[in-house]
């Protein structure tokens, strides 16, 4: 039996913590009326109900990559609860292949008995190996997308019969239709994994669907511990300066007027590139110090904001009723101000994730994101540059970061409206 050690890095803990104060929040709002509000928005529009269960998967395939442990027989070589599903980190090819192919993308020159040569395509190392005749390849593929659909079908019926006779729970027909299309797609992923390289490799011969699906940690990563590293500074220095302020507030506005004049893309690569000696070895380490400079450096908007508010609410009766009975300004601040906050901290947050996720690709694109032998969007993208150029085209590379980058950020989008909908008493 084989013995693991578990691992733990600081981005894994960051996760953790993340993902329970998420379900602290959701089970301490659970009665409340804007959740309640917040429901009745999402249950009006199939494409708010799909896009919550996107991103819960997207969810479950980061905390998935982030559960790490070792092998104790062998120590180099850390792992994830998802690769225990998507093995294709040991099924190397030399070099480029097609999606679904048995045969290596170039040719290859291969000598004949009689001393001459010709240009032939080689069999794969791993993909297609259980086939006996290569021409059985579009039937296998048929056989077990068919079979992925039909198990797909079966998880989905045994999911509404758990949830319908021990659960009691009833959902609408938009997430079933979603959940069923989610099986459906997941069961075929299953059927080829082994068999099949389904987004081809890359010019070292790594599987491109398995790097696109490692990514999405990375994505995750960026957009939910930068926001809560913003979310300090902003709040407090947007509601500093809208509650007291005179010198303090010109003193607050001078700090994020002169960090917002400074193009964003090269303070950040200046931070990076200064500590790039102490982070290089280690890419849990630079994924760690890349959020926290996005952090630093992405709050301004939303401290604009908050002042802006704070200053509306300070006015208040009930805020100018509680400074006339004597109440601390900190209580003040946390009671009555803080609270009335909430809705535009939320929507702000949730708005500003789809674009940290597209940050990452950019900054990485550009050389001064993620370290290059981590897996993300951006470093597919940035290696996708010279495959497009080649002669043939290798194509796929850039698709899987494209796919899986634009399903996550046009969910986002789609919850971000529906938040705002449903919290900002502005918008029926």
Same mark, same amino acid.
């Given at each position: 039996?084989? %013995?693991?050690?578990?691992? *733990? /890095?600081?981005?894994?803990?960051?996760? /953790?913590?993340?993902?329970?104060?998420?379900?602290?929040? *959701?089970? %301490?709002?659970?009665?409340? #009326? =804007?959740?309640?509000?917040?429901?009745?928005?999402?249950?009006?529009?199939?494409?708010?109900?799909?896009?919550?269960?996107?991103?819960?998967? /997207?969810?479950?395939?980061?905390?998935?990559?982030?559960?790490?442990?070792?092998?104790?027989?062998?120590?180099?070589?850390?792992?994830?609860?998802? @690769?225990?599903?998507?093995?294709? &980190?040991?099924?190397? &090819? #030399?070099?480029?292949?097609?999606?679904?192919?048995?045969?290596?993308?170039?040719?290859?020159?291969?000598?004949?008995?009689? =001393?001459?040569?010709?240009?032939?395509?080689?069999?794969?190392?791993?993909?297609?190996?259980?086939?006996?005749?290569?021409? @059985?390849?579009?039937?296998?593929?048929?056989?077990?997308?068919?079979?992925?659909?039909?198990?797909?079908?079966?998880?989905?019926?045994?999911?509404?019969?758990?949830?319908?006779?021990? $659960?009691?729970?009833?959902?609408?027909?938009?997430?079933?239709?979603?959940? =069923?299309?989610?099986? $459906?797609?997941?069961?075929?992923?299953?059927?080829?994994?082994?068999?099949?390289?389904?987004?081809?490799?890359?010019?070292?011969?790594?599987?491109?669907?398995?790097?696109?699906?490692?990514?999405?940690?990375?994505? *995750? +990563?960026?957009?939910?511990?930068?926001?809560?590293?913003?979310?300090?500074?902003?709040?407090?220095? =947007?509601?500093?300066?809208? /509650?007291?302020?005179?010198?303090?507030?010109?003193?607050?506005?001078?700090?994020?007027?002169?960090?917002?004049?400074?193009?964003? +893309?090269?303070?950040?690569?200046?931070?990076?590139?200064?500590?790039?000696?102490?982070?290089?070895? @280690?890419?849990?380490?630079?994924?760690?110090?890349? $959020?926290?400079?996005?952090?630093?450096?992405?709050?301004?908007?939303?401290?604009? *904001?908050?002042?802006? &508010?704070?200053?509306?609410?300070? #006015?208040? @009766?009930?805020?100018?009723?509680?400074?006339?009975?004597?109440?601390?300004?900190?209580?003040?601040?946390?009671?009555?101000?803080?609270?009335?906050?909430?809705?535009?901290? +939320? +929507?702000?947050?949730?708005?500003?994730?789809?674009?940290?996720?597209?940050? &990452?690709?950019?900054?990485?694109?550009?050389?001064?994101?993620?370290?290059?032998? %981590?897996? %993300?969007?951006?470093?597919?993208?940035?290696?996708?540059?010279?495959?497009?150029?080649?002669?043939?085209?290798?194509?796929?590379?850039?698709?899987?970061?494209?796919?899986?980058?634009?399903?996550?950020?046009?969910?986002?989008?789609?919850?971000?409206?529906?938040?705002?909908?449903?919290?900002?008493?502005?918008?029926?």
């Amino acid at each position: 039996m084989m %013995s693991i050690t578990p691992i *733990l /890095y600081w981005t894994d803990f960051l996760v /953790y913590t993340i993902l329970f104060g998420i379900l602290f929040f *959701l089970y %301490s709002v659970r009665k409340k #009326e =804007g959740w309640k509000r917040f429901i009745r928005t999402f249950s009006k529009k199939p494409l708010y109900q799909v896009s919550v269960v996107i991103l819960i998967f /997207y969810g479950l395939v980061g905390f998935m990559d982030s559960l790490h442990f070792k092998d104790n027989e062998n120590r180099q070589n850390v792992k994830s609860l998802l @690769d225990v599903f998507l093995p294709y &980190e040991n099924l190397p &090819e #030399e070099t480029y292949s097609a999606p679904f192919a048995i045969e290596s993308y170039d040719p290859v020159v291969k000598k004949l008995a009689n =001393g001459s040569s010709e240009q032939t395509y080689a069999r794969l190392n791993y993909a297609g190996q259980h086939l006996l005749r290569p021409q @059985d390849k579009a039937s296998d593929i048929a056989w077990r997308s068919g079979g992925g659909v039909l198990g797909g079908l079966l998880l989905t019926l045994v999911f509404y019969l758990t949830l319908k006779f021990i $659960c009691k729970k009833r959902l609408s027909r938009t997430i079933w239709i979603t959940l =069923g299309t989610l099986f $459906c797609i997941l069961t075929v992923i299953y059927f080829f994994v082994g068999h099949y390289h389904i987004l081809g490799t890359d010019k070292v011969g790594r599987d491109v669907f398995y790097l696109s699906i490692k990514s999405i940690r990375t994505g *995750l +990563i960026i957009g939910t511990v930068t926001t809560f590293v913003m979310l300090p500074f902003a709040v407090l220095l =947007g509601m500093g300066a809208g /509650y007291f302020r005179g010198w303090v507030d010109d003193i607050i506005q001078y700090i994020y007027t002169t960090l917002s004049s400074v193009p964003g +893309i090269l303070l950040i690569a200046a931070a990076v590139l200064s500590l790039q000696v102490k982070i290089e070895q @280690d890419p849990e380490l630079r994924l760690l110090v890349l $959020c926290i400079i996005l952090g630093v450096t992405s709050w301004t908007g939303l401290c604009r *904001l908050v002042r802006g &508010e704070t200053l509306k609410l300070r #006015e208040m @009766d009930f805020v100018q009723a509680a400074i006339s009975l004597g109440v601390s300004r900190s209580k003040i601040m946390m009671k009555h101000i803080l609270p009335n906050l909430g809705h535009i901290i +939320i +929507i702000t947050l949730v708005l500003d994730f789809s674009g940290l996720v597209l940050a &990452e690709a950019i900054l990485s694109y550009v050389g001064v994101g993620v370290a290059p032998t %981590s897996y %993300s969007w951006g470093n597919l993208i940035n290696a996708s540059r010279l495959e497009m150029a080649r002669d043939p085209m290798v194509w796929w590379s850039l698709l899987g970061a494209f796919i899986l980058m634009f399903v996550l950020v046009f969910s986002a989008n789609l919850f971000s409206d529906a938040v705002q909908k449903a919290l900002d008493p502005r918008r029926g």
